[in-house]
């Protein structure tokens, strides 16, 4: 891994290259806010439109919204996203392949922003254990070109702490997240301590504030679609599969895995956000700041629940009016038409299997299962597989090459793989591998290719067929499959021009759209500026500077 983090820091050298303040533009926004909403479908604003009526609504319907947007890679997992968001470019450049992959040199999993050479904070001070920090990724974000170039202040917010440093990058004034017990945490990367104006709002407005109360429907249960209690809803932690919910006292263990999954868990991070902005006047003091928020709960309400579930339509019915009170809030504050704002998703999800034709889980012990018997006739008695994350598969030392090596064992392991009801394909390295895999009018294999990192990413890559999950949750996500590919692209506020837009998009556009506004460049993003969606004072410059 020594190996992985110099060829990280090497990287990101070449990529900032030498500083280069752009001429200075009247038109500049005075803040740059970047906003994803963890597991938001692309079809989500247009199903459940009618919940909608403050911030969703405003955006899609003031905004340049990109209805026909999606990743056009396979692993479509919570870290990839955000750092595909944050950068502008795909994980085969970015290296962030997985929320967590098989570490072949230390032979142990590693968390996709785990750093051993820094300590997580909280306002109590510094935390045991492996800190966090964004040395795993090699690219640069827009945030760190906007530090750089533009002297931007950068907060990013959210539960996750691959969320709030995808967004960031590799540095931020202040780069928060919540701990397992509802704390704010950062790292040390990002500061020797938890900001000041953090720990002064986690001591007016601790998570536990909302012990004792109870999730119940927004709207009428009629204004819903489907059942609330339908087949294959299994969220645990004590809750049942009908409203309502209640989040038990603050002390309680399952507490802050209720809060965290609940609409009280967007609120705080809006309220924190709001905060931020007052405190540090981001968007106020001349430089122009990077604001970023991953709306987190939505993901937490998707895997218990189902994207038909009434628990996620009500979810989305009030981040709607949690984007709509931050958006209010912008407007007072940074004033209206001061700031642009974009916002995605990281990835979709599928729908619960038992909800759909064809619809399975697969364990990933049951496939490791059948390598391990299909590989004894040639190999003897093994264990071959060190490590199955489910479309990552990794071998023992020296085991690839013998399998890549013998067409009979390798079709042996394939055959008793697509014997596990719900398996589509297997995909070797060496497929992925090959030169113009990237550009394949295979698009599952593309999509692999895309996704795939050498080092970090399987010797194996196994694709279920659709509507089939990895894992027991009730639902997931990380197909190649449109329902997790799918999200929501739009941009809204200074520099853009409003309107539906029917051109294809990816959210790695986000990062180098909203870099043209403000006047600096991405260095080689895979994305790229969507010009329909710029003002025609936004235009011009976005061609004179490419």
Known sequence: MKRFVSIAAAALAVALGPASRPAAQAAHPKLVVMIAVDQMRGDYPVRYASLMTKGLKRLTTDGAWFRNAAYPYL?????????????????????????????????????????????????????????????????????????????????????????????????????IWLDDRGQLESSGAFGSAMPAWATAFEKANPSSRDGD??????????????ADDAAGEKPGNGWSSTFP????????????????????????????????????????????????????????????????????????????????????????????GN???????????????????????????????????????????????????????????????????????????????????????????????KPGTRESKDAILRAAALSYYPGRSGDLILITKPNVIFGIATSTHGSPYEYDQHVPVIFFGAGVKGGVQSAAATPADLAPTLASIVGVNLPSPDGRVQTSALSAVSARKATRRH
């Open 75 to 175: 692993n479509t997992y919570t870290c990839v996203g955000h750092h595909t968001i944050g950068t502008g470019t795909l994980p085969y450049h970015h290296g962030m392949m997985q929320n967590v992959w098989f570490d072949r040199e230390t032979e142990k999993s590693v968390a996709c922003t785990s750093d051993a050479k820094v300590t997580d904070v909280t306002a109590a001070g510094a935390v045991a254990g492996v800190g966090d920090s964004g040395v795993r990724n090699l690219r640069p974000s827009l945030a760190d070109i906007m530090r750089r170039d533009l002297h931007s202040r950068v907060v990013t917010l959210s539960m996750k702490a691959r969320a709030a440093i995808g967004l960031a990058g590799h540095g931020g004034d202040a780069v």
């Open 213 to 226: 109360k109870v999730w119940e429907r927004m709207l009428p249960a009629d204004r819903y679609q489907y």
């Open 339 to 433: 700031y642009v704002l974009g916002l995605s998703a990281d990835h979709g999800v599928a729908d619960v299997p038992e909800q759909v034709e064809g619809g399975l889980r697969v364990l990933p012990p049951t496939v490791t299962a059948g390598i391990e018997q299909s590989l004894r006739p040639f190999f003897g008695e093994g264990p071959f597989v060190d490590s199955n994350l489910g479309s990552d598969v990794y071998f023992k030392p020296g085991v690839y090459d013998k399998v890549i090596k013998s067409p009979e064992a390798l079709a042996a392991m394939s055959k008793a793989i697509l014997a596990v009801p719900g398996m589509a394909r297997v995909i070797t390295r060496a497929e992925v591998e």
């Open 245 to 336: 919910h209640a989040l038990g006292p603050a002390g309680d263990r399952l507490y802050f895995a209720h809060w965290e999954g609940s609409p009280y868990g967007d609120e705080y991070l809006e309220q924190m956000a709001e905060y931020a902005v007052d405190e540090l006047k981001l968007g106020q003091e001349g430089t122009v700041d990077f604001l970023g928020i991953s709306f987190s709960s939505l993901d937490v309400v998707g895997h218990s629940f189902g994207p038909r579930s009434h628990e996620v339509q009500d979810l989305l019915a009030h981040l709607d009016l949690t984007l709509g009170r931050l958006l209010d809030h912008l407007d007072a504050k940074v004033g209206r």
